[in-house]
């Protein structure tokens, strides 16, 4: 079946990096535009940054312009999301989500993984 | 950027009354040139990922039950669930992706059990 799954979330200093992946099964992974959104705890959901199908467009929200980092191996069916410069502000569960059109360019997301926490703490 | 007000922020309704949740956006996401509203319903219950309800406006995503209904067009938007059941207990958000590829999410609804 059609699913997404997050990994690489955990504790981290302020300051410091880390590195999210997303697999993804049950579709044709190089069709779809990626995306990851967040939610800090007890939030609501913030739109965090795409990927397009091919991986030749990448555009971010604001707030981590210049931090974050997405990108996609499609050979892989793999998302990623570089975080870098991590602030208080960044703790969150990561969501990847998949775009709601084949070959769009984004809208609406039809497809959610479960999440993974990072708590940016000293 | 494209601000997304909902409202109310929260409300309760008993089980088989109809429940409405309104979504206002700063600017027009109704795209002229193929007559589509770029905006979308999702239902988040604790502990779960969100899940797309409505999508265009007021098309029903596969699967969702038909009590689920968007309207609206350019600024001004309703979900509208039209016999409460007590697995609609969740968070409601609209999302415009009007501004594509990014998209931003209202502040989110909580509906409750009256």
């Known amino acids: 079946q059609v699913q997404l799954l997050e990994s690489g979330g955990g504790v981290v200093q302020p300051g410091r990096s880390l590195t999210l992946s997303c697999a993804a099964s049950g579709f044709t992974f190089s069709g779809f535009a990626m995306h990851w959104v967040r939610q800090a705890p007890a939030k609501g959901l913030e739109w965090v940054a795409v990927v397009s199908y091919d991986g030749s467009k990448k555009t971010y929200t604001d707030s981590v312009k210049g931090r974050f980092t997405i990108s996609r191996d499609n050979s892989k069916n793999a998302l990623y999301l570089q975080v870098s410069s991590l602030r208080a502000e960044d703790t969150a569960v990561y969501y990847c989500?998949?775009?709601?059109?084949?070959?769009?360019?984004?809208?609406?997301?039809?497809?959610w993984g479960q999440g993974t926490l990072v708590t940016v703490s000293s | 950027d494209i601000v997304l007000t909902q409202s109310p922020d929260s409300l309760a309704v008993s089980l088989g009354e109809r429940a409405t949740i309104n979504c206002r956006s700063s600017q027009s996401v109704l795209y002229n040139s193929n007559n589509k509203n770029y905006l979308a319903w999702y239902q988040q219950k604790p502990g779960q990922p969100p899940k797309v309800l409505i999508y265009?406006?007021?098309t029903r995503e596969s699967g969702v039950p038909d009590r689920f209904s968007g309207s609206g067009s350019g600024t001004d938007f309703t979900l509208t669930i039209s016999s409460l059941q007590a697995e609609d207990v969740a968070v409601y958000y609209c999302q415009q992706y009007y501004s594509t590829p990014s998209g931003t999410f209202g502040q989110g609804t909580k509906l409750e059990l009256k």
């Open positions: 265009w406006a007021s």
């Open positions: 989500a998949r775009d709601g059109i084949y070959h769009g360019s984004g809208s609406y997301y039809n497809v």
